[in-house]
């Protein structure tokens, strides 16, 4: 009997890693008949059969999971098992940052009880971020700050120079890492970097992002040989925000947790009621108000979520 982590499945076929090797295995038909019961990251037992093939014939017990709520199914999709933590990919420029995606990615993170951390792709592009920083009147560390203060680590990278690369290893060691960003921001850049025989297709900058755009289209494990692994979990950048109870979401927000005993009504949504701690503190500057404007925006989508009978209507 072995033991082994599943890198990818494929129609029936699973891509286990054992030891340093890759093994093809089915999957025995009780555990198949559980649907979702199986999914990349999950560590599983292994027994090879008379004819030489390999079956999985069960799943050990998961610590953890990476998973999507969809409203309207009343389902969880587990996307990854057994991760980690969730690295939130930036770029410094092209394509411009969109810290809505990077809220919404946080939120992901600590639903799922996981790690998370920044990494600020393409600071060789300083130059070039800064005429965009001139457009837009900020520069991105500076948009980038409530997420250091707030307890987030921001990596620097640049896959072009190389800087912060073997940091970036090194914030991988022995873990599960979701990768997660939009389109364009390098993500695959980054896992062919830090693994140099992956060969991962790199897309091209300035295409829209949306479906069709991701190169990688079923999740999967890259291991890193050193017992990291990294989760190419294309569904973590097209997160339904919709999914959360509109209760939960405040303490999604981490720098908030600290004022929301403080507010006048425990079911504070921290939007209009009077004594609100996190709003006053929004107001004298101890929070950020753009934070706050993306927590605004989740809680909307997740109460019209919540409401089935205008889930069509207009935003
Ligand atoms: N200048 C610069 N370009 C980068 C860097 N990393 C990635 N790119 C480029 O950005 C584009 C998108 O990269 P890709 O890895 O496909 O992004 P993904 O969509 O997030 O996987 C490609 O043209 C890369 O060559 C970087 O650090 N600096
Ligand atoms: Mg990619
Ligand atoms: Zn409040």
């Not at 649907?35 to 059969?49: K, L, T």
């Not at 070039?128 to 900020?138: I, K, L, Q, Y």
């Not at 693994?195 to 295409?207: H, K």
């Amino acid at each position: 009997m072995l033991i082994g982590r599943v890198l990818q499945g494929v129609g029936g076929v699973y891509r286990v890693y054992v030891d340093g090797a890759e093994l093809e295995c089915s999957l025995r038909g009780r555990i198949k008949q559980g649907e979702g019961s199986i999914a990349v990251g999950d560590r599983v037992e292994i027994e090879r059969q008379e004819d030489g093939s390999c079956r999985i014939e069960q799943v050990l017990p998961r610590e953890g999971q990476l998973s999507r709520r969809s409203f309207a199914k009343r389902r969880e999709q587990v996307l990854a098992a057994n991760v980690d933590q969730l690295a939130a990919v930036v770029a410094l420029a092209r394509p411009e940052p969109d810290l809505f995606l990077l809220d919404r990615l946080l939120a992901v993170a600590e639903l799922n009880h996981l790690d998370a951390f920044i990494v600020l792709n393409k600071v060789d592009l300083e130059a070039e971020a800064a005429v965009g920083a001139g457009e837009r009147g900020t520069d991105l560390p500076d948009l980038l700050r409530p997420y250091a203060e707030a307890g987030y680590e921001i990596v620097r990278t640049s896959v072009k120079s190389g800087t912060g690369i073997d940091s970036l290893r090194e914030r991988l060691h022995d873990r599960i890492t979701v990768f997660a960003g939009a389109s364009g921001v390098g993500k695959s850049s980054l896992l062919n970097a830090l693994v140099p025989d992956l060969g991962l297709r790199v897309g091209t900058v300035g295409a829209r992002s949306g479906r069709g755009r991701h190169t990688t289209t079923a999740g999967q494990l890259i291991p890193l040989g050193d017992g990291s692994f990294l989760a190419d979990t294309p569904g973590v950048q097209n997160f339904e925000p919709a999914a959360l109870e509109p209760g939960e979401l405040s303490c999604v927000f981490r720098e908030f947790r600290p004022f929301l005993d403080h507010c006048r009504f425990a079911d504070c949504r921290h939007r209009d009621e009077p004594g609100c701690a996190v709003r006053e503190a929004v107001a004298q500057g101890g929070l950020s108000e753009r934070r706050h404007e993306s927590y605004l925006a989740l809680l909307e989508s997740a109460e019209r979520a919540a409401r089935p009978w205008d889930r069509q209507g207009p935003g």
